[in-house]
C-alpha cells in the first residue's frame, strides 16, 4: 500500500501544479479577455482538481503518518470532489480524443476566423501536441482518483482493526 501511495503523492503533485496553472491562467486571461463571470465558472471546475489532489496528499500524510490524524471534512472532500473531478477527467479526455480525431477539421475552422498575416501559419502539430497532453493529464486525473478511493477504504479498514 505503500507503493500505491508513493503513487499517488506523484500524481497528486503533478495534478496539483498542473491544474493551478491552468487555474491561474483561466483568471488571468478571463480577467483581460471574457470578465470575470465567464472565468470563474472553469476556475472552479479547475480547481475542484487542485482541491481533490490537496484532499489527497493530506491522505498520504495520514496513511505515512498514523499519529498525523486525518481532518474530519478530508474524507468527504475526496469522495464529493472525486466524483467532480472523474467527471471532469472523462470530459477532458473525450475533447482530447475529438480534437485528435478531427484535427484536420479544427484548422480549417481556426484558419477562418485567423487575421490575414496567420492564414500560412500550420498549427496541426501544436493542437496534436495539446489534445495528446489533454488526454495524458485526464488519465492522470482518472488514476489518481480512483486510487485515492482505493487509499481511503483502506485507511478506514486499517484504522477499524
Avoid at 497528486?12 to 491561474?24: D, E, M, Q
Avoid at 475542484?48 to 474530519?72: D, E, F, G, T, W
Amino acid at each position: 500500500m505503500l507503493t500505491l501511495s508513493k503513487f499517488s503523492a506523484v500524481l497528486s503533485w503533478f495534478n496539483l501544479v498542473v491544474a493551478g496553472i491552468f487555474v491561474f491562467c483561466c483568471l488571468l486571461f478571463g480577467l483581460r479577455l471574457l470578465g470575470l463571470a465567464n472565468a470563474l465558472i472553469p476556475a472552479v471546475l479547475l480547481g475542484s482538481i487542485v482541491l481533490h489532489s490537496y484532499a489527497a496528499l493530506q491522505l498520504r500524510k495520514s496513511i505515512v503518518n498514523p499519529s498525523v490524524p486525518l481532518s474530519s471534512q478530508t474524507p468527504a472532500g475526496i469522495r464529493f470532489v472525486g466524483y467532480v473531478v472523474l467527471f471532469l477527467a472523462v470530459l477532458y479526455g473525450a475533447s482530447g480524443l475529438a480534437m485528435f480525431q478531427h484535427t484536420q477539421e479544427i484548422m480549417k475552422q481556426m484558419q477562418v476566423q485567423m487575421p490575414p498575416e496567420y492564414k500560412n501559419v500550420d498549427l496541426t502539430g501544436s493542437l496534436r501536441g495539446g489534445s495528446v497532453f489533454l488526454m495524458l493529464f485526464s488519465l492522470s486525473i482518472l488514476i489518481n482518483v480512483l486510487l485515492n478511493f482505493r487509499l481511503l477504504r483502506w485507511y478506514y479498514f486499517s484504522k477499524a482493526e
